[in-house]
C-alpha cells in the first residue's frame, strides 16, 4: 500500500459526460501528479500540483482539468467525453523537496479505470 | 525531450534464475533520476528501485539491482532468484533533478516478464 488513494476504482460512463476522479496524497506530500496509462499512448503525465498550484501540464486535453484543494486533495475532472478517453488514470504524490528519505519519488495510487461507452 | 527505451516487449525467465530487463535514455541533462517501478495484474504501480545519476554505485534493493552506465545512457535492471510473484510489467522511467516546478515522469513502454516454474 502507497498510501495514496484514489476513488471509485472503477467508472463507466457514456460518451459526451463529465466524469469526477479523486485523489488523496500520502501523509505530508504536497505533490500530486496525474497520469494517464491507455494500449495506445502508454504512461503519460498529464498534470502537476504543488501546495495547490498548478506546477506543471503535459498532454493534457482542454476537455481535462485538475485542481488541488486546501487539504491537498486533487481532483481531475474529465468532460465531453469520448471513446479514446478510456484508460486507467492515476494519481501519485511525493514529499516537499529535501524532506522525507526519498523526496523526489513519485509513489502511485491504485488507479482509477475509466471506460466510456 | 527526454525519451525512454525499452527494447524488450517481452521477456520470460525460469524460477529461480536471473533476468535481465534493459532501458536506454536519452537526455541532455547532467544531473537527473532513474527508476524501475513494476506493474503487475493488480495494475498497481510499485516502485522497484531508484538511481541517482550522480551516484557512480549501483542501486540494490534486495534481489533487485542496477547496472547504470551514465555515459551510454544505459540503466538495466537485473533480477535475481527469479520468484513467480515477480511477473508484472516493468517501467523503466526518468526524471529530471532538482527541477522544481516539473517533476514529471517519462516512461518507457514497458517489459512484460513471466515466470516459468
Known amino acids: 500500500d502507497s498510501g495514496v488513494t484514489q476513488t471509485p476504482k472503477h467508472l463507466i460512463t457514456a460518451t459526451g459526460q463529465r466524469v469526477t476522479l479523486r485523489c488523496s496524497p500520502r501523509?505530508?506530500?504536497?505533490?500530486v501528479y496525474w497520469y494517464q496509462q491507455s494500449l495506445d499512448q502508454g504512461l503519460q503525465f498529464l498534470i502537476q500540483?504543488?501546495?495547490?498550484?498548478?506546477?506543471a501540464k503535459g498532454n493534457i486535453l482542454e476537455r481535462f482539468s485538475a485542481q488541488q484543494f486546501p487539504d491537498l486533495h486533487s481532483e481531475l475532472n474529465l468532460s465531453s467525453l469520448e471513446l479514446g478517453d478510456s484508460a486507467l488514470y492515476f494519481c501519485?504524490?511525493?514529499?516537499?523537496?529535501?524532506?522525507?528519505?526519498?523526496?523526489?519519488?513519485?509513489?502511485f495510487g491504485p488507479g482509477t479505470r475509466l471506460t466510456v461507452l | 525531450a527526454q525519451t525512454v527505451t525499452q527494447s524488450q516487449p517481452e521477456m520470460s525467465v525460469q524460477e529461480a534464475e536471473t533476468v535481465t530487463l534493459s532501458c536506454t535514455y536519452d537526455t541532455s541533462e547532467s544531473d537527473y533520476y532513474l527508476f524501475w517501478y513494476k506493474q503487475p495484474p493488480s495494475r498497481q504501480m510499485i516502485l522497484v528501485i531508484r538511481?541517482?545519476?550522480?551516484?557512480?554505485q549501483n542501486a540494490t534493493e534486495n534481489r533487485f539491482s542496477v547496472n547504470f552506465q551514465k555515459a551510454a545512457k544505459s540503466f538495466s535492471l537485473k533480477i535475481s532468484d527469479s520468484q513467480l510473484g515477480d511477473a508484472a510489467m516493468y517501467f523503466c522511467?526518468?526524471?529530471?533533478?532538482?527541477?522544481?516546478?516539473?517533476?514529471?515522469?517519462?516512461f518507457g513502454t514497458g517489459t512484460r516478464l513471466t515466470i516459468i516454474p
Open positions: 501519485a504524490s511525493s514529499s516537499p523537496p529535501l524532506a522525507g528519505a526519498h523526496p523526489d519519488t513519485q509513489y
Open positions: 538511481q541517482e545519476a550522480y551516484k557512480q
Open positions: 522511467a526518468y526524471r529530471k533533478s532538482n527541477n522544481f516546478g516539473n517533476e514529471k515522469l517519462t
Open positions: 501523509s505530508g506530500d504536497l505533490s
Open positions: 500540483y504543488y501546495n495547490g498550484e498548478e506546477r
